[in-house]
């Protein structure tokens, strides 16, 4: 027999030999399992009840306690608002006659404290409608002008808008403030068609200058205002209206 064949014989004798070998040995080695778990056996056991009362007492947890349920239909608190002290007077605005106007406080009124006694007054929603009311000039013959409270319906959704928007624009002068002037003061203005703004007049003054002057700076700053509705066949709206500046607050009514 050739050498190489003796030499091919045997290599594939070796590798037959070798895979047996390892075959036997993946049969007999099993890999090892976990060893069973440990149970302890437990027995339910009824003491007497004398025994149970010599044991510790058990600790039970506080329970937590529930959120209460509110009943339907319970009215909301209502916001605290601030009445005006039945003893307190607000100053007037009612300028000194033969004094030019913003030169010195006007003269109080008949039964008005001064203004330098007692605590400031709040004002509530009833007293500035008040304080607009009082002293607001009388239309002249011709004159179809309507006042900005105006209880006319078709006036009224326009006029809501429109304090809004000159109030956003009306500032108390930080001079004026500083000072503590306070006053109301009675304007005229209109709204033409196309809601630009036409005459704009001081029909009563405050008695300071700095205030009527922020007034009527408001007014035209706040232009222009919406168009007048095509079913009010108006080329111009005309409005009376007050401006009140107290407590640092500026109010257009």
């Known amino acids: 027999m050739p050498r190489s064949l003796h030499f091919t014989w045997f290599l594939a004798s070796s590798l037959a030999l070798h895979g047996l070998i390892i075959a036997a040995a993946m ?16 027995k339910l056991v009824n003491l007497p009840r004398k025994e149970v009362k010599k044991l510790p007492p058990i600790e039970r947890p506080a329970p937590v306690p529930e959120r209460p349920v509110l009943p339907k239909n319970v009215p909301s608190p209502q916001p605290r608002r601030f009445e005006t002290s039945p003893n307190i007077k607000l100053p007037s605005t ?27 007054p709040f004002l509530t929603q009833n007293d500035i409608e008040k304080l607009a009311r009082r002293g607001m000039p009388e239309r002249k013959p011709g004159d179809n002008s309507v006042t900005l409270d105006t209880d006319e319906f078709k006036f009224i959704s326009y006029n809501r808008w429109l304090k809004i928007k000159v109030e956003s624009t009306l500032k108390y002068p930080e001079l004026a403030a500083v000072s503590g002037l306070q ?10 068609k196309d809601g630009s703004v036409g005459n704009v007049e001081l029909l009563k003054s ?25 079913d009010w066949d108006m080329d111009q709206y005309s409005i009376r209206a007050a401006v009140l500046f107290y407590l640092s607050e500026a109010y257009i009514r």
Do not use: H
Not at 94 to 120: M, N, Q, W
Not at 185 to 190: R, V
Not at 210 to 217: G, K, M, S, V
């Open 27 to 42: 049969l007999l080695i099993k890999p090892e399992e976990a060893p069973p778990m440990l149970t302890t056996p437990v």
């Open 94 to 120: 009612t300028p000194p006659s033969g004094i030019p106007e913003g030169s010195e406080r006007g003269k109080a009124d008949k039964g008005a404290s001064d203004t330098g006694k007692g605590p400031l």
């Open 183 to 192: 006053g109301t003061l009675y304007i005229k203005f209109d709204i033409m």
């Open 206 to 230: 405050s008695g300071y200058k700095i205030l009527d002057d922020e007034a009527l700076r408001a007014i035209r700053a706040s232009a222009p205002f919406q168009p007048l509705p095509d």
